[in-house]
């Protein structure tokens, strides 16, 4: 579970990291009444959680309050990156002479967290990982015993962070660390953690993911977790049980178990199709769940085709079949063409039920997502 920006902010604050004054806003009048309270110039960032806000237009500094209100007549309500935005953090903009980048996270490879610092924050991080990993300086740490103070001045240090601030900057990221493993976080990251000539070191930006797996003991963090569901068809998957993923594309996929539904995403690939999403129903096939899958689907516009991979197991595929029919039935139209593959046990029995008036049936997996993946181009031209 990712936390909005000014939910993550204000776990810093509670935790004592120093983050700007800042004030949630969800209307325009709202928002210029906060940077005049907080005084200019202020920073209007967009809250929805996508990285790159600010190179999306989602970020705006201002002087004034005829700009306030022009940032976030423009920010409120736009589209950024498929997300809808409708409340700004108006936060103190920091003058600031550098920006670091602080982070913890899971290593796998190494079975350890790891603590990261570079001198190279700021909006193109992610290229400076790829182009110059040794820009970002890593400290692995034994859990047991949690990140040493030497090995965050080690870190920090050999990072070539300003001797000024160096250790300010060490005990943040010792704090980030603490935090990392208190609130069962899998990630951390502060981009951009900005210097200011006076010396002060603070978290502009915070990026937090929780442990999903561990919110039953995050009970307040939990509680942000409806807030924090950004995307709507997320949130609805969560209300319906499924495990979901929205991706670019425009072919929508769905399947019971989670193999299955990756391996036909590999398949619209590999077919030269763009998948739309991951959404797993998990087992059996009832018309409820159905439903709710194709509900889900058809309601995301950028689906135009949708394949749909079922494994009959325990729930024999004559079943699913009908939960399939009685799902389609309770749609007044179907508004994106339909594939389904069946497998395994009275597949064939199945396939002979399914009502080819409302699905295309097709009998193997790679028919049905190349008939899938043509729908979807067929729908672009
Ligand atoms: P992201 O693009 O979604 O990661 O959003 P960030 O919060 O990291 O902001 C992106 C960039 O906006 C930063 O790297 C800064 O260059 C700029 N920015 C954000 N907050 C401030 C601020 O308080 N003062 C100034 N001068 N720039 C800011
Ligand atoms: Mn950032």
Redesign the pocket.
């Known amino acids: 579970m990712k936390l909005h920006?000014y939910q993550a902010k204000g776990v810093f604050a509670d935790a004592g990291i120093p983050v700007?004054d800042s004030v949630l806003a969800s209307t325009v009048e709202e928002a210029v009444e906060a940077a005049e309270d907080i005084g200019f110039p202020v920073?209007i960032?967009a809250q929805v959680q996508?990285?790159?806000?600010?190179?999306a237009g989602?970020?705006e500094?201002v002087e004034d309050g005829e700009s306030a209100r022009e940032a976030a007549e423009a920010i409120l309500g736009m589209d950024l990156k498929g997300l809808h935005v409708d409340r700004v953090l108006v936060?103190?903009?920091?003058?600031?002479t550098n920006?670091l980048y602080v982070g913890v996270t899971m290593d796998r490879g190494e079975g350890k967290p790891v603590a990261m610092v570079s001198t190279r924050?700021?909006?193109n991080i992610e290229e400076v990982a790829a182009e110059e990993p040794g820009a970002i300086v890593r400290e692995h740490v034994d859990a047991a015993f949690g990140l040493h103070p030497y090995q965050a001045r080690k870190a920090v240090f050999d990072a070539g962070v300003d001797q000024d601030v160096a250790i300010d900057t060490a005990s943040i990221l010792t704090q980030l660390y603490e935090l990392w493993a208190e609130r069962d976080a899998t990630e951390i990251e502060v981009?951009?953690l900005?210097v200011t000539a006076d010396g002060e070191v603070i978290a502009?930006?915070a990026v937090m993911n929780i442990d999903e797996d561990a919110l039953f003991r995050q009970p307040e963090l939990e509680a942000m977790e409806e807030e924090a569901a950004g995307d709507e068809l997320e949130a609805k998957a969560n209300e319906y049980g499924f495990d979901y993923v929205r991706l670019s594309g425009n072919t929508g996929i769905i399947g019971n178990g989670a193999g299955l539904v990756m391996t036909t995403l590999d398949l619209v690939d590999y077919y030269g199709g763009a998948p739309a999403n991951f959404l797993d129903i998990g087992g059996g096939a009832k018309a409820e769940r159905v439903t709710n899958a194709l509900d889900m689907v058809f309601s995301d516009e950028n689906v135009d085709s949708v394949v749909f991979n079922i494994f009959g197991g325990i729930t024999r595929g004559d079943e699913v079949a009908k939960g399939i029919n009685e799902a389609l039935e309770r749609f007044e139209e179907i508004p994106k063409p339909v594939v389904v593959r069946l497998a395994g046990t009275n597949a064939e029995e199945g396939m002979e039920i399914l009502n080819t008036d409302l699905v295309t049936v097709e009998k193997t997996l790679e028919d049905a997502v190349q008939r899938a993946v043509s729908y979807a181009e067929g729908a672009n031209q």
């Open positions: 920006e700007p920073v960032k996508v990285g790159g806000r600010g190179k989602g970020i500094i936060e103190a903009a920091v003058d600031f920006e924050g700021g909006v981009n951009p900005m502009a930006d």
